[in-house]
Structure formats: C-alpha cells, structure tokens
C-alpha cells in the first residue's frame, strides 16, 4: 500500500454526527457535532469539542449540562441545517420540527425523533485553541424500546444511524463485518 503524506490534520473519519440540545433559563438551542468521543467506561466519560463562538457553547459552559442526541438517516438534512445554521438567527427547534421530550438527571430536554439520547454533565473544559474540550459524564442514556429485543441487547443497526465523514454524511450499515474478540475466538468443534 503506497501512501501520501499530509501536514497534521484531523482526519481522523469517520466520526458519529449528533445533535446536542443545552438549555440557558428558557432557551434551548440545538446544534450538530461530529467532533464526539469516548473517553473513559467507569465513569461513563464523553467528549465533545465546540468553538466559543457557537450559542450553545455559552448555553453548556453556562450550565454544564448538554444532551447528545444520535440522529438517523431520517434527520440528515435537519443535522446539516443545524450544523450551517447559529441559534443565534433562528429557533432551529422549531424550524427543524424537532420534538422535545424531558430529561431524567439534567435540565436540557432530548430530542424525541432521536432514538438515542445521552443526558451529560460537564466535568471539565479544556481550551485547546479554535475549539475548547467539554469532558463529560454520561448521567443516563435512553433509547427507543424498539432497539431492545427480548435478551436485552441493543440492536444499534436498527437505528438507521448516521456518520460524518470529511464534509460528507454517510448511513451506518446494518451488517456487522464482526463481533468484538471474533478474531481471537476459539471454534468449537462438535463431536459425532
């Protein structure tokens, strides 16, 4: 394989596009992420980073609560038109049709269209430069009762879920290429 190289960049890809709802006094704003990740399991630790000049940077930093709402393939042109769009010039809420639903442990309301919602507190902001690093703790996840069978699994193909990959969004397949550990698994073997 012949590679070219590049100066540093972040291109790392593709990364999950998401909408995250915060709420300042009786404002709730929405805006999309793609710049989200997992940090720690015990406690359950996330990461997003937002520039200051985003509204709801000010909203989080403020409050220090935030919601993470996984979209579908279905909200793809409302996660771009909150991607491109400031709160600051229009109810992207209510111009996106976006349904809110109430939270559990935060003061920030999930969106209902989301199958999949993460209820976050802030824990620490790191300025890094063009984007500052909001560390968060995942107080509840809920997620839509048709994504859970029978055995308690979470069935997250099911969800028609979305990706952001260099200025593009792509659908997330629905068949796996392999389960965790297949690789080192042993075969067994049935005796006749």
């Known amino acids: 394989m012949s590679k070219v190289a590049f100066k540093g960049s ?19 704003n929405v805006f999309t992420a793609a710049w989200v990740g997992t940090a720690c399991t015990k406690p359950p630790i996330i990461t997003v980073s937002i520039r200051p000049e985003r ?3 000010d909203f989080i930093k403020s409050t220090g609560e935030f ?3 996984l979209p579908t393939v279905k909200l ?9 769009k400031s709160g600051r010039d229009i109810d992207k809420i209510k111009k996106c049709n976006l349904t ?15 199958p999949i919602s993460l209820e976050c507190k802030v824990k620490q902001i790191i300025p890094l430069g063009s984007h ?21 699994k979470i069935h997250f193909e099911e969800a028609e879920l979305i990706c952001y990959s260099h200025g593009e969004y792509f659908s997330v397949g629905n068949t796996p290429l392999g389960k965790f550990g297949y690789s080192v698994k042993k075969v067994k073997v049935k005796i006749k």
């Open 67 to 69: 919601a993470v709402n």
């Open 100 to 114: 809110l639903e109430d939270s559990n442990f935060i003061d920030v309301p999930l969106i209902k269209e989301c």
């Open 10 to 28: 972040t291109l790392l890809n593709p990364v999950p596009a998401v909408l995250i709802t915060s709420k300042k006094e009786k404002s709730v």
């Open 55 to 57: 509204l709801s940077y």
């Open 132 to 152: 500052e690093l909001f560390i968060a703790e995942v107080l509840q996840v809920n997620v839509e009762k048709s994504l859970i069978h029978s055995d308690g």
């Open 76 to 84: 793809v042109k409302t996660v771009d038109f909150c991607g491109v």
